[in-house]
């Protein structure tokens, strides 16, 4: 499984875009990129996943430069309740690997 | 409505005894997973199963037991041998496609503490 580094925290301002890069510079060809949000006492929730260039939903956007060795998720004009941490998993396998994650702390 | 349903939400274990955790299903998903979170960290795998009747050990799975007797169910015993049981259990499923089991679908959590 490819490791992967990202932040351990992150502040910010509600109404501001957060990025958040991961690096991974170890990932196989046929890797994907998938993250996911967990709040206080909750199970993770997917938010996005890509495999190259960019990929949006509706909470986030994901971009994934053409060597692939590192993602940035990006959330759009962020409120106080996207406090929470968010994971950067790498691979294609049932054993996934759930990091310390970045803590992202929006204040008003 | 679908989802993802542990139970209980809070439960104590006293010292020697083996205490099961219940997960339950109903999205239909082949894969079921069961993870361990520590305070401050992120979570760790302890078992998952890809089918009804197999299931393969995780990271950390000493002092764990599961059984997948039907595809709905995955209960999780937290058996004697766990010497540091307290933690905030997960239970997961996902769809077995090549790309589609990245994405898993959690429950709401089970706390285990110990007596």
């Known amino acids: 499984l490819a490791k992967t580094t990202q932040p351990i925290s992150m502040d910010s301002y509600e109404g501001q875009e957060v990025n958040i890069t991961c690096s991974h510079n170890n990932i196989a060809t046929n890797d994907y990129i998938t993250w996911y949000q967990q709040f206080p006492s909750q199970g993770p929730r997917f938010i996005i996943q890509g495999y190259k260039t960019k990929v949006t939903n509706e909470v986030a956007s994901l971009f994934i430069p053409a060597d692939r060795k590192s993602s940035t998720l990006s959330l759009p004009r962020v409120s106080l309740s996207d406090t929470a941490v968010y994971y950067c998993?790498?691979?294609?396998?049932?054993?996934?690997?759930f990091g310390a994650g970045t803590t992202v702390t929006v204040r008003a | 409505d679908g989802g993802i349903t542990q139970s209980p939400k809070y439960l104590f274990r006293k010292e020697g005894q083996n205490v099961t955790l219940s997960c339950e299903q109903n999205?239909?998903?082949?894969?079921m997973y069961w993870y361990r979170q520590d305070p401050g960290q992120g979570l760790r795998l302890i078992y998952y199963?890809?089918?009804?009747?197999?299931?393969q050990k995780g990271d950390i799975a000493e002092g764990y037991s599961v059984s997948r007797e039907k595809k709905e169910s995955f209960p999780l015993t937290v058996t004697s041998a766990q010497k540091n049981p307290t933690a905030f259990y997960l239970c997961a499923s996902s769809p077995s496609g090549a790309v589609a089991k990245n994405i898993q679908y959690f429950g709401a959590g089970t706390r285990l503490s110990v007596l």
């Open positions: 998993l790498v691979g294609v396998d049932y054993k996934l690997s």
């Open positions: 999205l239909n998903h082949d894969a």
């Open positions: 199963s890809q089918i009804v009747n197999d299931f």
